[in-house]
């Protein structure tokens, strides 16, 4: 659910561990140290040899905190591209882009359940810039919309990195600043009778359960996961 590295530099973000290369991740070679550094704690390389990973990004594995791909203002095109071929190298996802285009977005059936993984970074705008900002980008917003009313499984996650709920505290970098795009999915949903959608999302550093309600449709279950080392509930 993202932020599976952290790109700054010693000293930046805590004093828990010192970082490799010891200033913010920026080229190619930066983010392979910072994964390799990361990959030598003895915690993690415990659970990946118990589990597998299917893995997408959020800000910090993608360029920064609340950063944001589309525009390249203040994090320019090179930075997301190493970043992409980066956690590409690093992890073993089913695809990316589901064949059609950049980034990590992709579905992986499991059994009755369909899991769409949505790449909240490498289209989004910045929605103090953009008058109707997209997250998703056109591409990977139609072929989420294809793929629900294709499904015939029991239940659809819809895997996010940002939270869906807009009344999340403590952020403003989730759904909330992209609502009417969130809006376009929840009608999706209730137009083509899509039952059984479930969302999933990170990023607030603790775990919440929350029903949206949806106008027309059923309230969809929001599941926020905290990071791995920490199982407060908010």
């Known amino acids: 659910l993202g932020d599976y590295i952290y790109e700054y530099g010693d000293g930046a973000y805590g004093e828990a561990r010192t970082c490799d290369p010891p200033h913010e991740t920026v080229t190619l070679e930066d983010y392979r140290r910072r994964y390799a550094r990361y990959r030598t704690d003895p ?31 203040e994090w320019p095109e090179f930075e997301r591209d190493n970043a992409l071929k980066a956690i590409q190298e690093y992890t ?16 992986s059936p499991y059994g009755d359940l369909d899991l769409f993984f949505l790449d909240g970074r490498f289209y989004r705008d910045d929605p103090d810039d953009v008058a109707e900002p997209t997250m998703l980008g056109d591409t990977q917003l139609a072929w989420l919309l294809e793929e629900l009313s294709a499904s015939t499984a029991t239940f659809k996650f819809l895997v996010s990195g940002s939270t869906w709920s807009l009344e999340t505290t403590n952020t403003s970098d989730g759904w909330v600043a992209h609502e009417k795009e969130r809006a376009v999915i929840f009608d999706h949903i209730v137009a083509e009778s899509i039952p059984g959608v479930v969302l999933i999302s990170g990023d607030v550093h603790r775990s919440e359960v929350r029903l949206l309600e949806v106008e027309g449709g059923y309230a969809i279950p929001e599941i926020t996961s905290s990071n791995l080392a ?3 509930l908010g």
């Open 43 to 73: 915690d993690l390389m415990l659970i990946h040899q118990k589990h597998p990973f299917i893995v997408v990004w959020d800000d910090h594995d993608f360029v920064d905190n609340n950063s944001y791909g589309a525009a390249f203002l």
């Open 92 to 107: 073993a996802n089913p695809s990316y882009g589901a064949g059609l285009a950049s980034g990590v977005f992709f579905p």
């Open 230 to 232: 920490y199982s407060g």
